[in-house]
């Protein structure tokens, strides 16, 4: 029944997504050209595309501890997956993949926090977008956070800091102990409504105008998009940008508010 759901909140997205030609607002028609359909060839292209491929070959079996499935009494779920069927199950779709370095290469953030490392595909795409930015990812799963390590230190980036533990604990503490604004944040580590809302309002006590969150699987579960309805509603948020996959939320205050869901 779960994909027969999604299948027609996707239809439903379809029938509402516009394109550019649709588009009045300069800002958004500027992402649009810039970004969203920016058709260049970036080495950090065939990086990542080379450690997808690395992963997917590798039938090593990993200690998976998983904070946002658990229900009930259980908070938590734990058992061995092969890392290459763990690559296929969280890896990015290609051009949602590509489109995060994109983000990130465009606007240049400089402060990045990433929920949910998993084994680093994603990270690697926000660190080649800014070499200097300051890269901090949460996960919950050490033996993945090690995998993701030695992927990052394989590719020579030296940007990324990882940060163990369960977001309910961990997130609460980084913002404590770093005061700095938060140039993006990815949030990609729990599809539930509760935890997501919880996690972009700590996240938006640290926001500028220059800010800008991305969120996973908008559409994802009525969960999902009741949060994502939240989110849009936000006071502090003026632009929000719906992709099915990827829900995107600018913070500039010198945009009238306005929601648009965009075919990509």
């Keep these: ?44 292209y065939d990086t990542v595309s080379a450690l997808r491929k690395e992963l997917s070959r590798n039938f090593s079996p990993i200690e998976m501890i998983d904070f946002g499935s658990g229900a009930g009494k259980r908070k ?33 953030p400089k402060q990045i926090l990433e929920l949910g490392t998993s084994l680093g595909l994603s990270t690697t795409n926000l660190a080649l977008g800014n070499k200097n930015a300051y890269i901090t990812t949460i996960e919950g799963c050490a033996s993945a956070a090690s995998l993701a390590r030695e992927n990052f230190d394989n590719i020579g980036l030296e940007n990324i800091r990882i940060i163990i533990g369960n977001f309910d604990q961990a997130l609460p503490d ?13 949030f990609d580590g729990n599809h539930r409504k509760e ?10 006590e640290r926001v500028n105008n220059e800010s800008f969150f991305v969120f996973d699987d908008i559409h994802w579960s009525t ?30 205050k010198d945009i009238a508010k306005q929601n648009f869901i965009l075919r990509f």
């Design 174 to 186: 980084f913002l404590k102990k770093d005061q700095q604004s938060l140039g993006m944040v990815f």
């Design 195 to 204: 935890p997501t809302i919880n996690y972009f309002n700590q996240c938006l």
């Design 223 to 252: 969960e999902m998009e009741e949060a994502w309805e939240y989110i849009k509603a936000k006071e502090e948020v003026s632009i929000t940008i719906d992709l099915f996959n990827l829900g995107i939320v600018f913070f500039r």
């Design 76 to 108: 938590y779920k734990t058992r061995f997956r092969k890392v290459t069927d763990i690559a296929h199950k969280t890896a990015q779709p290609l051009k949602f993949s590509r489109l995060l370095y994109r983000l990130v290469n465009y606007y240049q």
């Design 1 to 44: 029944m779960k994909i027969i759901g999604l299948i027609y909140r996707y239809l439903r997205y379809l029938r509402k997504a516009k394109t550019k030609y649709h588009v009045h607002s300069p800002f958004v028609y500027d992402f649009i050209v810039k970004v969203l359909q920016d058709k260049s060839h970036y080495d950090a």
